[in-house]
C-alpha cells in the first residue's frame, strides 16, 4: 500500500507547519463574517493556527489573522474566536 502524504499548514502565530487536522482554521466568508472552521470545508479565505494560547497572542499581536484574511478584525471577533480556540485547546 501507498504511504499517504500528511497535509500541512503553517501557523500565522507561531510560523511553524504542522498536520492540518491539528491546526484551527479560522475563515473570512463571502459575506464578510469572520468563523472558525472546525470542518475545514467552509468557503472563503482561510488562515490556520494552532489551537494554543501563545499562537493566537503572537498572532492577535503582530496582526498576522488580519493579513492572512485581508481584513480588518475588531476586538471583539478577537475574543470570540479566542473563546473557541480555548475551547478546542482545553479538548486536546
Not at 35 to 52: E, F, H, N, W
Not at 70 to 88: I, P, S, W
Request: proline share 4%; aromatic share 4%.
Amino acid at each position: 500500500m501507498a504511504v499517504r502524504k500528511v497535509p500541512l499548514r503553517q501557523c500565522v502565530g507561531c510560523q511553524e507547519q504542522k498536520p492540518k487536522r491539528s491546526m484551527v482554521r479560522i475563515v473570512l466568508t463571502p459575506e464578510g463574517m469572520v468563523q472558525v472552521d472546525l470542518t475545514g470545508k467552509l468557503a472563503g479565505r482561510g488562515a490556520y493556527i494552532c489551537p494554543s494560547r501563545a499562537c493566537f497572542d503572537i498572532a492577535r499581536k503582530r496582526k498576522a489573522l488580519e493579513r492572512a484574511l485581508k481584513a480588518q478584525l475588531n476586538d471583539e471577533v478577537y475574543e470570540h474566536l479566542f473563546g473557541v480556540v480555548e475551547t478546542r485547546e482545553q479538548d486536546n
